[in-house]
């Protein structure tokens, strides 16, 4: 019995033959066909998770950073500095938001118009998969470059130059004693 | 009168294979992107199923890891059959078969 067909076109030339599955990799199988089958409410729910966690650590980070950040201009002595941890911190938080934003429109879900045809409907949904994949990688990669533009303006705020510390020096108050009042005078 | 529905790998799944074929497409203007089915008459119910293997053919090709995979072909042919469950199609034939790579 010949039990193997030849496929119609060439590559890859594969051939089809009887053979059994154990439970155990039929369990599998099914299991991996569910996953496939929820990739886009899954991948969805993957950029929800993901824009709830980033835009937590950036509201703690962005905010420490915004709120210390008149003080520690202030105090870095050549302008340039000043203006590179700016620019840094700025850029940093435009990074985050941006990946925020990405983030969330990856997790949204969208209303397309459903076509009539099995094949267009397979592509679209094929479509909607990889749009959100893609939106979720560059939310990710907008992350890190968040991440390494604060690194970078705490290194600017710890390590740069300050200006001196103005030299606070005592008050001398010098007060005529007389010899009458010596006596009621009680210095403290 | 169609078959009943029959959840399983029935006795014609074994001489049925022989009428499946492998499809592969490839849609104008996609490069190399082809699209691979397993189409052909449920040996059980003899109506038309056809499973796509583009998740299993396709990693496997980038892999280079060709010689021998296997996929469960479940029958998912459009016709009504008594005693299915709610949503599902076909006739409940599955079966696994055996891809080779010549």
């Known amino acids: 019995m010949s039990d193997s067909i030849e496929p119609k076109e060439n590559p890859p030339q594969l051939k089809l033959h009887y053979t059994v599955l154990t439970p155990e990799q039929r369990d599998a199988d099914i ?86 045809g099995a094949r267009e409907r397979l592509a679209l949904r094929e479509t909607l998969i990889i749009r959100t994949r893609r939106l979720l990688k560059w939310s990710q990669l907008l992350a890190g470059i968040a991440l390494i533009l604060l690194i970078c303006s705490f290194a600017v705020r710890w390590y740069a130059p300050e200006k001196p510390a103005t030299k606070v020096s005592p008050t001398v108050v010098t007060i005529p004693i007389s010899l009458q009042s010596a006596g009621r005078i009680k210095l403290q | 009168m169609s078959l009943k529905y029959e959840k399983g790998e029935p006795a014609e799944w074994r001489d049925g294979i022989e009428n499946l074929q492998l499809e592969v497409r490839q849609a104008p203007g996609s490069g190399n992107n ?8 449920c040996p059980r119910c003899k109506h038309q199923l056809r499973k796509n293997i583009d998740y299993i053919v396709g990693p496997a090709l980038a892999l280079s890891s060709l010689e021998e995979l296997v996929v469960r072909v479940v029958c998912n042919c459009t016709s009504a059959h008594e005693g299915a469950p709610e949503g599902t199609s076909g006739c409940g034939a599955e079966g696994a078969i055996k891809l080779e790579y010549t």
């Open chain 2, 34 to 41: 082809r699209t691979y089915d397993i189409v052909g008459p």
């Open chain 1, 31 to 116: 299991w991996a066909e569910e996953i496939l089958r929820e990739r886009l409410p899954r991948t969805r729910q993957l950029a929800q998770n993901w824009q709830a966690i980033i835009s937590a650590i950036t509201a703690l980070l962005g905010a420490g950073t915004l709120i210390s950040a008149d003080d520690v201009i202030r105090a870095l002595d050549p302008p340039g500095w000043a203006v590179l941890y700016g620019v840094l911190t700025g850029l940093a938080l435009i990074s985050a938001a941006g990946s925020i934003l990405l983030a969330s429109l990856a997790g949204q879900a969208s209303w397309p118009v459903i076509p009539p």
